[in-house]
């Protein structure tokens, strides 16, 4: 069956009109979050997130559900913590389905992390930023993306360094928290690690599943091996 003129220019008159609204739409929700007000509230949401004061350079929206903000500029912790986030390329708030149907914008259903630069206090508690930042009774997101991170470990004076980190954390049914890890090894150690496992908040425990792929350990880590891999 073939399609009479009439029809196709009915079809491009409403796919304009259809792109018209979706581009208004678009205008509208950028224009609503360059307000000082919603500014202030994503930057007081960022900074309950990350545990430390959040200025933002830009906001912009991500369809269909999602906030981005850039241009993000850290002030250092004070106290004793159990890390410190240096710095971080973008920020995104993803808000699902019933966060639209409800209007609910105070905890997103997923945080992600750009490029984040982290160092931790102690190597003995590898993600300590997970309990109080993965928690959805507790105002946190449902889940926890780290895109391009670098994790920083003491190590006897010297650095273990984790480059390229992907890292995802979400919560089960048994209130433990799903972690996975993927980057490469720099500082006094070169070669892949991939981390799968469970990390219960309450009690600090951890049972992670490590995979090494060519890791060898330099001699300044005292524990010189070379070209590890396996479970």
Same mark, same amino acid.
Not at 8 to 16: P, Y
Not at 165 to 171: D, K, L, N
Not at 197 to 213: K, M, N
């Given at each position: 069956?073939?399609?009479?003129?009439?029809?196709?220019?009915?079809?491009?008159?409403?796919?304009?009109?259809? !792109?018209?609204?979706?581009?208004?739409?678009?205008?509208?929700? $950028?224009?609503?979050?360059?307000?000082?007000?919603?500014?202030?509230?994503?930057?007081?949401?960022? %900074?309950?997130?990350?545990?430390? $004061?959040?200025?933002?350079?830009?906001?912009?929206?991500?369809?269909?559900?999602?906030?981005?903000?850039?241009?993000?500029?850290?002030?250092? %912790?004070? =106290?004793?913590?159990?890390?410190?986030?240096?710095?971080?390329?973008?920020?995104?708030? %993803?808000?699902?389905?019933?966060?639209?149907?409800?209007?609910?914008?105070?905890?997103?259903?997923? !945080?992600?992390?750009? %490029?984040?630069?982290?160092?931790?206090?102690?190597?003995?508690?590898?993600?300590?930023?997970?309990?109080?930042?993965?928690?959805?009774?507790? =105002?946190?997101?449902?889940?926890?993306?780290?895109?391009? =991170?670098?994790?920083?470990?003491?190590?006897?004076? $010297?650095?273990?360094?984790?480059?390229?980190?992907?890292?995802?954390?979400?919560?089960?049914?048994?209130? $433990?928290?799903?972690?996975?890890?993927?980057?490469?090894?720099?500082?006094?150690?070169?070669?892949?690690?991939?981390?799968?496992?469970?990390?219960?908040?309450?009690?600090?425990?951890?049972?992670?599943?490590?995979?090494?792929?060519?890791?060898?350990?330099?001699?300044?880590?005292?524990?010189?091996?070379?070209?590890?891999?396996?479970?």
């Amino acid at each position: 069956m073939t399609s009479t003129p009439l029809a196709s220019k009915r079809f491009i008159v409403f796919g304009l009109m259809g !792109l018209s609204l979706a581009g208004l739409g678009y205008y509208g929700i $950028e224009t609503r979050l360059a307000r000082s007000e919603v500014r202030n509230f994503l930057e007081r949401k960022a %900074s309950e997130i990350l545990k430390t $004061e959040v200025k933002i350079g830009k906001v912009r929206y991500l369809p269909p559900a999602g906030i981005s903000l850039q241009e993000i500029q850290l002030r250092p %912790s004070e =106290g004793p913590l159990a890390f410190s986030i240096g710095q971080v390329k973008r920020l995104v708030l %993803s808000y699902g389905l019933l966060n639209l149907i409800q209007r609910n914008f105070y905890i997103p259903s997923t !945080l992600r992390l750009d %490029s984040p630069q982290i160092q931790f206090v102690s190597a003995r508690a590898p993600f300590p930023f997970v309990g109080s930042r993965v928690s959805p009774s507790e =105002g946190m997101p449902a889940r926890m993306i780290i895109h391009q =991170g670098e994790f920083r470990y003491p190590w006897g004076g $010297e650095e273990l360094i984790l480059s390229k980190v992907h890292f995802e954390a979400s919560p089960d049914v048994r209130g $433990e928290i799903q972690v996975k890890l993927v980057s490469e090894l720099g500082g006094i150690a070169r070669g892949k690690v991939e981390i799968r496992g469970a990390t219960d908040p309450a009690f600090r425990h951890y049972e992670l599943r490590v995979s090494l792929e060519n890791v060898t350990l330099l001699p300044e880590s005292r524990f010189p091996l070379q070209k590890l891999s396996g479970n």
